[in-house]
């Protein structure tokens, strides 16, 4: 779309994003609200995104309302022609927008980490729920793949004394994940120090990361959301085409690899009355339970949630 149709007003900016996502072949799943509920909620979304981008500064939702008839900024009216173009052209809008809203914070993305999802906020928010049962509240933690950070950051936000260590592959994760710590946490939550973030090897290594960073130090509790996707059509193709595929698939051999690696070495890195939270593919949920159930000599006590549509969705274990 040439400039000629740049938008003149914030109101305009919202009707010709929407009218350029509705030509958009890419946009087929409508989610739970339909498709004109998701047209508007992400053309107000990349309106917000080109106003950040071209003023260097935040406007919510409700200040694009207030605002609609007032003149939008001419070289924010051209960035969203941009941004529109490569969400209609089936780009994912967190690497158009390159932020995520996870739980309550405000997360930076991009190709480089995997999108933070609905699913892993149940993992968040039962992993704070049990240990908030807990008598003392915990002071150490492992992450097994820190993508963008959003897991650990949530629960350093949520446990004042807790010190997190995150391992990750990606490099240009690592520095996302570093930054996203300094930007929601603060300088007064110390996030250097709160969180250790480990360099991963190998697309399969589990825990050769933490041996050297712990030596003899012990967790309260493990948390991953590991790549569990089987490749086929377990993935919409903005996934597929676009997220980075060390995060997304299994190996193919064995789908179920970084479970049983979790499941068998675990009580190596945990205290006596340490627990691991996991997210899970709910199709394949019988299968891990029994791979933490069915250890020689046991020692896992099972409990697994279900997300929000009803689909088993985190597995928690603890040590008996």
């Known amino acids: 779309m040439s400039n000629d149709h740049r938008p003149r007003t914030y109101f305009d900016a919202i009707r010709v994003t929407r009218e350029i996502l509705a030509t958009s072949e890419f946009i087929l799943n409508p989610g739970p609200l339909g498709l004109e509920n998701r047209l508007q909620g992400e053309a107000e979304q990349l309106v917000a995104a080109a106003y950040r981008s071209a003023k260097g500064q935040s406007i919510s939702r409700m200040d694009l309302y207030a605002r609609a008839r007032e003149v939008f900024p001419e ?9 529109a173009a490569l969400r209609a052209a089936g780009r994912p809008l967190q690497h158009v927008t390159g932020i995520q809203q996870f739980l309550d914070h405000e997360y930076v993305v991009g190709p480089d980490v995997l999108i933070p999802r609905p699913e892993t ?18 002071v150490l933690g492992l992450e097994i793949g820190l993508g963008s950070g959003v897991v650990s950051i949530e629960l350093l936000a949520r446990f004042s004394g807790l010190r997190m260590v995150g391992s990750e592959l990606v490099r240009e994760a690592r520095e996302r994940a570093s930054k996203n710590a300094e930007r929601i946490l603060g300088a007064d939550h110390k996030p250097a120090e709160r969180l250790t973030i480990v360099e991963v090897a190998s697309p399969l290594s589990v825990w050769d990361p933490f041996e050297s960073a712990l030596r ?32 997304l698939y299994a190996p193919a051999e064995d789908p ?36 933490f159930e069915g250890l ?15 689909r088993e969705r985190v597995l928690v274990a603890n040590i008996m």
């Open 216 to 247: 003899t130090d012990r967790a309260d509790f493990v948390i991953s959301n590991p790549p569990y996707l089987i490749r086929g059509n377990e993935a919409e193709p903005d996934v597929v085409n676009f997220e980075p595929e060390e995060a």
């Open 75 to 83: 070289n924010a009216g051209e960035a969203l022609l941009s941004m």
């Open 296 to 310: 020689p000599g046991g020692g896992w006590r099972i409990n697994v949630f279900s997300d929000l549509v009803g």
């Open 121 to 138: 906020e149940v993992l968040v928010t039962t992993a704070i729920r049990e240990l908030s049962k807990c008598e003392s509240p915990p």
């Open 256 to 291: 179920l690899y970084f479970y049983r690696i979790i499941a068998a070495r675990g009580r190596e890195f945990l205290k006596p009355d340490g627990r691991v939270f996991v997210e899970i593919p709910h199709e394949r949920a019988p299968q891990i339970r029994e791979l």
